[in-house]
T-cell receptor, first 111, second 114 residues
């Protein structure tokens, strides 16, 4: 699976949009971009995934650049409960079952 | 409905002892995964089951680690002759059929080897 690069930490004010970047310059054509988050002392939680089109669900939006070498996870109105470590993962969905986590971005929502 | 559950939530053992960690996946999920997370790191893949069989055990660090899923539901991760370096949070996840299906994680078991 392609390697991802994320900032170590970020802060965001409560109520503002949190934009979390991820670089995956070696991504191949059949690899998806996944985002998970891990709140302290809990297991990782799935947020969203996409291949090349932008995606939106009830939790977040995922913006993938046209060349697919980077993406941004957007939490539109951050709350204190969004404080967590956010992991960007690139995975070939067929023939590869495992998720390869990096060290993620520690997002802190400031009241 | 019920999510993935893991027992015990915490386990403290002494170096050299044997431990078993249990995972109850979401009902009906055929795929089950074990990961290990050391302090300050992301989870690392250990093993993947499809039904009763271990389809990929490439992440198991050595032969002291073994996992079973005899009836295709509950899984047990077994660690023999524990070492202090085995201390970590052991996470279990399940998905409906594997492949692109979302993996749902349990809360983990925190193992401390003294």
């Amino acid at each position: 699976d392609a390697k991802t690069t994320q900032p170590t930490s970020m802060d965001c004010a409560e109520g503002r949009a949190a934009n979390l970047p991820c670089n995956h310059s070696t991504i191949s054509g059949n690899e998806y971009v996944y985002w998970y988050r891990q709140i302290h002392s809990q297991g990782p939680q799935y947020i969203i995934h996409g291949l090349k089109n932008n995606e939106t669900n009830e939790m977040a939006s995922l913006i993938i650049t046209e060349d697919r070498k980077s993406s941004t996870l957007i939490l539109p109105h951050a709350t204190l409960r969004d404080t967590a470590v956010y992991y960007c993962i690139v995975r070939d969905n067929f023939g590869n079952e495992k998720l390869t986590f990096g060290t993620g971005t520690r997002l802190t929502i400031i009241p | 409905g019920a999510g993935v559950s893991q027992t015990p939530s915490n386990k403290v053992t002494e170096k050299g002892k044997y431990v078993e960690l249990r995972c109850d996946p979401i009902s009906g999920h055929t795929a089950l995964y074990w990961y290990r997370q050391s302090l300050g790191q992301g989870p690392e893949f250990l093993i993947y089951f499809q039904g009763t069989g271990a389809a990929d055990d490439s992440g198991l660090p050595n032969d002291r680690f073994f996992a079973v899923r005899p009836e295709g539901s509950v899984s047990t991760l077994k660690i023999q002759r524990t070492e202090r370096g085995d201390s970590a949070v052991y996470l279990c996840a399940s998905s409906l059929s594997g492949g692109p299906d979302t993996q749902y994680f349990g809360p983990g078991t925190r193992l401390t080897v003294l």
